[in-house]
């Protein structure tokens, strides 16, 4: 069996330990993928380890890969195509199973439309092979646009934020964790999750260098989490807020100068109109409603602005809440005010191993991303493959990035 060797390997010290099979795998249960080490006794798995010569989790494993063995002999785990018939579940044979869905699904496509029928792709669907081959295809055969997944829960504000400002969903910038100065953090737990949207290889360990190397880690989250605790600094925050901390934050560098986009000032739209957008803002008026005091958020801003290379980073914590995609903009919206977008030791732009750059999501006829190059009148937009047409002004984010030319 391909990827399955012997090996001796010690549980713990002191204490050897020969393993019957090790089979080496990747968890398939999140978009970190990390290397599993499997210990097997016939078909039983009797151990999970984080397997240390895979290049990219470097032997990390979270709770839910170590559970994996039991996962997979869970006694309710789906093994085989179920029906429901007369309010029970009966296990079938494929054939049996397409041709209930062909009888059942395809009344409704003719009846209702294409949009009649919803598809959800999660967690582990969307990381393993078959997945990948064919989740499009299915997609492209239905033809419908309500298409969710767990990014709808996860991280959609994120690409409707990048999708506005960048032009595509999933050009989401990460921080240069190896190179930055400062690193603020909002909503994510790395410690648990060895990052999100942000996986490298030993993360932990990458954050502990930057404050080994003076760097300054900055946590804000209503929780006591792994990685506050080994943060410079913990900023309580009451849950819900990320947006106003946040926009206290860009207040503060507009009206303390503090704002500097330098080069990218020729790639941006909007920066005119973020004074009046957050003036209310001040964090003298957000404390309250945020939990974090005046002086705290001011303090965040200037040491973002004077650090020679900072990064602002948010994850789910300011996703799955009221003004996520709001927070989601003002988090880039602060990596161009100090001029850390798109530069070494800030928030980069990650370029994939294989393949080409996410494009924009297909949108339907009539609406526009906001393009500068979306024409007026009735012509279809060059920019990208979605064909958008437009005749009306093009909706526009308040702080758009025109262009991204520079790269590492
Ligand atoms: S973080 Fe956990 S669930 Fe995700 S791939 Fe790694 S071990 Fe699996």
């Not at 869905?101 to 294409?114: K, N, S, Y």
């Not at 080994?230 to 303390?256: K, M, N, Q, S, W």
Request: proline share 6%.
């Amino acid at each position: 069996m391909a990827g399955l060797r012997r090996r001796s390997v010690v549980v713990a010290p002191g204490v050897p330990f020969v393993s019957m099979t090790v089979g080496v795998r990747t968890c398939p249960l999140c978009e970190a993928t990390c290397g599993l080490e499997l210990h097997l006794d016939g078909r039983e798995v009797t151990l999970v380890r984080g397997d240390r010569d895979d290049v990219f989790s470097h032997g990390f494993l979270c709770p839910k890969g170590s559970a994996i063995g039991r996962l997979d002999a869970d006694p309710d785990r789906i093994r085989a195509p179920l029906v429901r018939a007369d309010g029970d579940w009966k296990a079938v044979e494929w054939a049996e199973a397409f041709a209930v869905i062909e009888a059942g699904l395809t009344p409704i496509l003719d009846t209702h439309g294409r949009d009649a029928v919803g598809v959800y792709l999660g967690n582990p669907n969307v990381h393993n092979l078959a997945g990948l081959l064919y989740n499009r295809a299915l997609l492209q055969a239905l033809g419908s646009r309500n298409v969710f997944s767990a990014s709808t829960v996860d991280q959609m504000p994120k690409q409707v934020a990048a999708g506005l400002m960048f032009g595509a969903g999933l050009s989401i910038p990460v921080p240069d964790v190896d190179r930055t100065d400062y690193l603020l953090m909002l909503g994510a737990n790395p410690f648990a999750s060895n990052g999100s949207l942000l996986t490298a290889p030993d993360l932990p360990g990458r954050l502990r260098a930057l404050r080994a190397r003076g760097g300054q880690l900055v946590v804000v989250d209503p929780r006591r989490t792994k990685t506050a605790d080994e943060a410079d600094e913990h900023l309580f925050i009451r849950p819900a807020t990320d947006a106003y901390f946040l926009a206290g934050v860009v207040h503060t560098l507009l009206d303390e100068s503090l704002a500097d986009p330098g080069r990218l000032r020729d790639h941006v739209v909007g920066l005119d109109a973020l004074h009046g957008l957050t003036r209310d803002f001040a964090p003298e008026r957000v404390a309250a409603i945020c939990g974090i005091d005046a002086s705290s958020i001011r303090r965040v801003a200037r040491d973002l602005a004077h650090a020679p290379r900072a990064a602002v980073y948010a994850r789910l914590g300011t996703c799955a809440q009221a003004f996520g995609t709001l927070a989601s903009w003002l988090v880039e919206v602060c990596n161009v005010l100090t001029g850390n977008l798109d530069r070494a030791g800030g928030a980069m732009f990650a370029r994939p191993a294989a393949g080409a750059l996410t494009r924009p999501a297909r949108r339907a006829s009539g609406a526009a991303c906001g393009s500068a190059a979306t024409p007026a009148g009735s012509e279809a937009c060059p920019r990208c493959s979605a064909s958008c047409r437009s005749s009306a002004s093009p909706r526009r984010s308040r702080l758009r990035v025109r262009d991204r030319s520079a790269r590492w």
